[in-house]
């Protein structure tokens, strides 16, 4: 079973030799059998025992999946499907008028496969170096997705995206050296740097490894969008196409979170207890919940609203990590609510977008009536953001305000409730005449067969979740997040 995790990072490198050779009508065609396949791939090897084999490394204990790296992995494709379906449709006409050329679609698939690459190497990593390594790439990658149409906008977010998170990544990366300089100098070479040694490592300089983790928390913080470093992402969703959008909130966010779960586990286990860096999760999240509230109010942009939302939803999941096991369980189930509930208004909002030929709130009406699938998908992908019930963000939340209750964190379970109803109020008043005003007849041009099944799966695993969570799936977070403590 551990050559599948090789297999992992080969599929898509094929995908990328193989469209060299497809033609103009099947450039995005491929893209979604790609997607097809690799589903099929990995239910296959759900089915033929992967969990119960976890943890499980290969290629010399380079590569390393365990149950919290498996959970991300599961998240990740789920995207990357739900996109690669998505995007046939999105880009049709503009590959049929010449407005995106077959060398520009070429290069979009070829980045987008790409970027499955780099941030699977960053999650089957068991080398802290080789992780920053692929969550570095992926910013080299994903970076020139946001300007696939060379707009001077989209030039622009494209440069401010890099540089801020290249800083950011810097920042990331003296964490890194800190982690080596922490350890005590017997080892055995790069292997020192593994997970399955640093996890059961001793004798830190704690003081360095303290350091580390506030590196580490900043730079892929940055990545991650918490505020106060996540300016860049507001531009780079406003500009990017709107299956990039929700591949940037739905996963590549996560994606930086996880690499400072781990550190922060490392540290957890040198201390012995999650105090340190439970204060700083907390801190952070916090501040993230409260300064997008802020921009919601008085945002004109929907897809710079649902940019602030993703930085309001990695605060929640980053509030949830300081607060002990049971937050940690609500964190990672947030992760999965949250990448299905903004990869549909994401999808929405690009389909709305090109519809109304604008992303500005005032000029989307009355969507239900002139495009009822779309206008369907952005009501329920809003409502299920802002935690609406049944949807599954709802039992993520009440979740984490249980953990908060039982941590005795009353004070930052008010700061809590306090930023999330703000930001339920503003959506709301401005998702009311987005979907319920007055509309006007438009040709419903943007609907088609996988559409329809991308819409219909996302909100069905939406409420699925929100009515009923299978006891496997909670033994799998309940071990994932005991990952994210790295204590005993």
């Excluded at 919601?296 to 710079?304: A, C, F, G, N, P």
């Amino acid at each position: 079973m551990s050559g599948v995790l090789i297999l992992f990072l080969l599929i898509p490198l094929v995908g990328i030799a193989a469209l060299f050779f497809v033609q103009r009508g099947s450039v995005m065609f491929m893209l979604s059998l790609g997607a097809v396949l690799l589903d099929a791939f990995c239910l296959l090897v759900g089915i033929s025992g992967l969990p119960t084999c976890l943890p499980m490394q290969t290629a010399g204990g380079w590569l390393y999946l365990d149950h919290l790296s498996a959970w991300h992995l599961l998240v990740m494709l789920l995207v990357f499907t739900a996109g690669s379906l998505f995007a046939p449709g999105y880009f049709r006409d503009d590959l049929g008028s010449g407005r995106l050329s077959l060398t520009a679609a070429r290069r979009y698939n070829q980045l987008w496969l790409g970027s499955l690459w780099t941030m699977t190497l960053t999650l089957l990593a068991n080398n802290i170096g080789l992780m920053w390594v692929g969550m570095e790439a992926t910013t080299l990658v994903t970076a020139f997705l946001v300007s696939i149409y060379p707009k001077p906008a989209a030039i622009e977010a494209m440069w401010k995206y890099l540089i801020i998170c290249s800083v950011g990544i810097a920042f990331a990366f003296i964490g890194t050296l800190l982690v080596a300089a922490s350890l005590p100098t017997t080892g055995e070479g790069s292997q020192q740097l593994f997970w399955t040694q640093l996890s059961v490592a001793g004798g830190y300089n704690l003081l360095l490894l303290k350091a580390a983790f506030i590196f580490s928390l900043v730079g892929f913080g940055t990545k991650a969008g918490l505020a106060p470093t996540h300016t860049w992402l507001p531009d780079a969703h406003s500009q990017a196409p709107g299956p990039v959008s929700a591949m940037f909130s739905g996963f590549m966010l996560n994606a930086a979170l996880y690499c400072i779960m781990r550190h922060g586990a490392i540290v957890n286990h040198a201390l012995g207890s999650d105090q340190f860096t439970s204060r700083l999760y907390i801190i952070f999240g916090l501040v993230s919940i409260i300064v997008p509230a802020a921009f919601i109010l008085y945002q004109h942009d929907i897809k710079r609203l649902l940019a602030y939302s993703s930085v309001e939803h990695l605060g929640i999941i980053t509030l949830g990590l300081g607060l002990g096991p049971a937050g940690c369980f609500a964190a990672l189930l947030h992760t999965l609510n949250h990448s299905m509930g903004k990869s549909l208004s994401f999808f929405a909002a690009g389909r709305l977008g090109q519809l109304y030929g604008s992303h500005e709130m005032g000029r989307i009406r009355g969507a239900l009536h002139s495009a009822p699938l779309w206008g369907i998908a952005l009501a329920c992908g809003l409502l299920a953001l802002i935690g609406a019930a049944p949807f599954s963000i709802f039992i993520s939340e009440y979740l984490l305000v249980k953990a908060a209750i039982d941590r005795g964190a009353i004070f930052v379970l008010v700061i809590f409730l306090f930023g999330i109803s703000v930001i339920f109020v503003a959506v709301l008043r401005h998702l009311m005449p987005m979907v319920w005003g007055e509309g006007r007849n438009l040709p419903e041009k943007y609907r088609s067969a996988s559409s329809i099944m991308v819409v219909c799966v996302l909100l069905g695993l939406l409420l699925f979740f929100g009515l009923y969570l299978p006891a496997s799936i909670q033994v799998f977070l309940t071990r994932a997040a005991a990952l994210i403590g790295g204590l005993p």
